[in-house]
Each structure stands twice: as structure tokens, then as C-alpha cells.
């Protein structure tokens, strides 16, 4: 399946998933309320202290500070319903309606960083400090902080709430949802940042049954199930795919090749002359250029997937194809990179100041990209798959040799 299309259905799974069951046992239980149980009771508890846990002992300060929020939201809403009246339950819930989305928007545009030393007892403190603000204003200002919540402000809709939240709840949110969208408009599919969004849409259908301590308490432990799910794929990111070049790296291509059947071609590909080119123009140029040879791997024709091998060299994996199939395929992907213009600043440029504010950018260069590629496999033959791998390096090693950027076919084996 093609990455962007694997990319986009992350969008929606598993997040999406959770969401959906979560709404659905709501509103079955709304229709159907049953007892309480010891075990719905305490789940939320076990989802919580379980993601708590996790994202403390790796180090993920925003999944850990997304997750004690829903906690604390979830907690204050459940004691409130002991001790205050029903009132009082409504404003705080309305104040978290307009906290917990802008909590949500901060926690994912803040850096990674310790949770509990420097900036993160900061953010611990910023936590705090807004639940005295609630606790304030429901002791000494709770009615001109109901009016200001109450206030109409979206004229052209023809109702005031929306199961009793008042349009600045649902401002908030709206709001807070489009922020939390832009890296996702941005193609940039990280687990955290849609983690965030449907934390926020779980934190949403929880202020709605607010009404129900129990429902309330499943809700948010809905959002932190979402947290959780992203903190693991974080965790698999972080094991299988290559960060620079967002393929996938060594450890995924180990698991692939195992699973290689008895036809298939293995192809590794080398950027010609990056070392030069590196102390020529900088690490950071060099990475660009991994990044746009990266990106014409990962369209590769002819059914075969790019894996991050390690440096400047790549692997493809053809599963089922034979050689001389796959051989037009590699050419067309070596000529697509020769082609694409590279520019390149150069290290002593500068920005020299043109009228009216503008700036021009010198030092620009345009330099050629090329890679060799050596490649080799088994037709109807059950080989081990790092014997062919060697071998496509040795290829790889024999195009080096022949001038570079050009593709060898190696060591082919076949059915007598």
C-alpha cells in the first residue's frame, strides 16, 4: 500500500476507532444504564496511571501533560458531583471547556522537555494555577462568570447550547480543533499531534454527558486510551522508521527481508560522492539531499519498497520479482533523481538588502545528483536473504567501480 495512503489512515485509526466505540457505549449505556461496577469505576484510574507510567519513564512530556489534564478534568468533574451543586458543576464545566482545549493547543505546540525539572514544573505549575482560578471564581465570582460564559456570541446560530454548552465552550473548541489540525494540513502525520485532536474530541463528548459522573470519567478515559496508542506509535516510529528520511530503517528492512519468499530482488542504492559532497556544502545540505533521494525511493515503481539502510545508502525490497523485471524499474528510478535540479547555497552567502525592505539570497549553486545502484536476487530458490543482500552490495561496489551512477545487476539465482 502506498505511504501517503497508509499516513492518511492515521488519521483516523486507531484514534478514530477508540472515539467511535467510546460514543457507542455511551449511548448504549444512556438508553440502558446499568449498575455501576468495581471495574468501570476504577478504569479510568488504571488508563491514566498506565499512560502516566509511560510517558513519565520515556521521557514524552506532552503526551504525559495531555493525559494529566483529561486526569485532572475527570477527577475535579467526578468530586464535584460529591460535593457541590449542580450550579456550581455547570460552571466548572463550562470553565473546562474553554481550559481544556487551550491546554491541548499549547501541550502540542511545546517542545519535548523534561516533565520534572526546568520548564516542565512550569507547565505542572500552569496546570495548577488554573484550577485555583476555577476554585476562585466558583467561590467569589461564580455569577458574573456564568454571564460571561453564557454570552451569545455566535448571532447566526439558532440555539444558545448545545447539551447545556454555551457558545464560548463550543468557540473554544472549534477553534482549538483548526489549531490542532495544522500539522495534519501540513502533512505532518505525527502520532502526538492527532493523539491531541482526538483528545480533544474525547474531552468534548465528556463535557456533553458531564451529567453522568460515570459516562464522564469513560470519555476522558477515552482520550487517554488515544494518548496512550500514540505514545505507542511513537515508540514504533522511533524503533522502525528512519527520522530524517521518514522511510522506514534498518530494523524494519531486517523484519521484511525475513519474510521474503523464494522469488524476489534486493537492490541497495549508494549517493554518489556524499562525503565530498558533505564537507563540501555542510551536514545540513547533505541531509536535503538524503531527503529528496529518500522521497523519489519511497515512489518507486514496479511494486518495491525503499528502507533507510544506514548513511548515505538504501535498500529496496522487490517481493516476488525477478531481475530482469525489476531492472527498467531501478533505471527509471536512477534517471529520476539525475534529472531533478538540486540547488545548493553556498557557505559564504549572504543577504544583501534590496529597496523597499526586500532582501536577495547569493552564494546559490545548483549541483547534479546521482546514486549507484547494484542489485540481485532468486528466482523460485529458498536462499537466505542476507546472501543476497551481500551480493547486491558487491553489485553495488562493481557500479562504484564502473564510474558510478549506473546500475549493475549481480548475482541472479535460479531453478535448474
Known amino acids: 500500500m502506498n505511504a501517503k495512503?497508509?499516513?492518511t489512515c492515521g488519521l483516523v485509526f486507531p484514534g478514530g476507532l477508540v472515539m467511535v466505540a467510546s460514543i457507542w457505549l455511551i449511548t448504549t449505556r444512556l438508553t440502558a444504564p446499568p449498575s455501576p461496577s468495581e471495574l468501570m469505576k476504577f478504569a479510568p484510574l488504571g488508563v491514566f496511571g498506565t499512560g502516566l507510567a509511560l510517558s513519565a519513564i520515556f521521557h514524552r512530556s506532552r503526551i504525559f501533560h495531555?493525559?494529566?489534564?483529561l486526569a485532572v478534568a475527570s477527577f475535579a468533574l467526578r468530586e464535584a458531583h460529591r460535593y457541590f451543586d449542580a450550579s456550581t458543576v455547570e460552571l466548572i464545566t463550562k470553565e473546562l471547556g474553554i481550559l481544556i482545549p487551550l491546554n491541548l493547543v499549547v501541550i502540542s505546540l511545546l517542545p519535548e522537555t523534561s516533565i520534572f525539572a526546568g520548564g516542565g514544573w512550569y507547565r505542572l505549575g500552569l496546570l495548577g494555577l488554573q484550577g485555583g482560578v476555577i476554585a476562585v471564581t466558583c467561590r467569589f465570582y461564580a455569577g458574573p462568570a456564568a454571564w460571561y460564559l453564557d454570552h451569545r456570541l455566535l448571532l447566526m446560530l439558532p440555539f444558545d447550547t448545545v447539551r447545556g454548552l454555551p457558545h464560548s465552550v463550543m468557540v473554544a473548541m472549534a477553534l482549538s480543533l483548526l489549531l490542532l489540525m495544522l500539522p495534519l494540513v501540513r502533512r505532518r502525520f505525527r502520532p502526538t499531534d492527532i493523539g491531541m485532536v482526538w483528545a480533544l474530541g474525547a474531552a468534548a463528548v465528556a463535557l456533553a454527558v458531564v451529567r453522568s459522573p460515570q459516562l464522564c470519567s469513560m470519555a476522558f478515559a477515552s482520550g487517554g486510551m488515544v494518548l496512550i496508542i500514540a505514545l505507542l506509535e511513537t515508540f514504533y516510529a522511533m524503533a522502525y522508521i528512519d527520522e530524517l528520511t521518514e522511510l522506514p530503517g534498518r530494523r524494519s528492512f531486517n523484519d521484511a527481508k525475513?519474510?521474503?519468499g523464494s522469488t524476489y530482488t534486493v537492490a541497495m542504492v549508494d549517493v554518489d560522492h556524499f562525503k565530498m559532497f558533505n564537507d563540501t556544502y555542510g551536514h545540513a545540505a547533505g541531509d536535503q539531499?538524503?531527503?529528496m533521494v529518500a522521497s523519489r525511493l519511497s515512489?518507486?515503481?514496479?511494486?518495491?519498497k525503499a528502507f533507510r539502510y544506514g548513511g548515505e545508502e538504501f535498500a529496496v525490497l522487490f517481493p516476488g520479482k525477478p531481475v530482469d523485471e525489476i531492472f527498467p524499474h531501478l533505471e527509471r528510478l536512477r534517471r529520476s533523481i539525475e534529472e531533478i535540479p538540486f540547488k545548493v547555497r553556498g557557505k559564504d552567502r549572504r543577504r544583501t538588502r534590496k529597496k523597499k525592505g526586500s532582501s536577495r539570497r547569493g552564494g546559490t549553486r545548483q549541483s547534479r545528483i546521482t546514486v549507484s545502484i547494484g542489485t540481485a536476487g532468486v528466482i523460485g530458490v529458498k536462499r537466505n536473504p542476507d546472501e543476497m543482500v551481500k551480493a547486491a552490495d558487491k553489485a553495488l561496489?562493481?557500479?562504484k567501480a564502473c564510474g558510478r551512477n549506473c546500475t549493475i545487476v549481480g548475482r541472479m539465482v535460479e531453478t535448474a
Not at 495531555?66 to 489534564?69: A, D, F, P
Open 5 to 7: 495512503v497508509l499516513r
Open 66 to 69: 495531555g493525559l494529566l489534564l
Open 258 to 260: 525475513m519474510k521474503l
Open 289 to 291: 539531499v538524503l531527503r
Open 299 to 304: 515512489s518507486v515503481t514496479g511494486g518495491g
Open 397 to 399: 561496489y562493481r557500479a
